[in-house]
């Protein structure tokens, strides 16, 4: 199963795609409490392979980047 990354919001919040280095939340429902967040410190390369292999994990074919 293909996990597609969403990172629509995170565009209209910073004007660009993710990238780079920090603490990166995803989400695996759009617009979910801060609270339920998947977090992952790093690149954002490894971030998103991390995120993904999560969604397979729990059933999700979709991640949203945390904006």
Not at 33 to 49: I, L, M
């Amino acid at each position: 199963m293909n996990v597609h990354v969403n990172t629509n919001d995170y565009e209209f919040s910073h004007g660009k795609q993710p990238r780079g280095y920090g603490s990166w939340a995803f989400f695996f429902v759009r617009h979910a409490d801060v609270n339920t967040a998947f977090w992952h410190q790093g690149s954002y390369a490894e971030a998103r392979k991390a995120a993904q292999e999560e969604a397979k994990r729990r059933g999700f074919d979709e991640v949203f980047v945390g904006s």
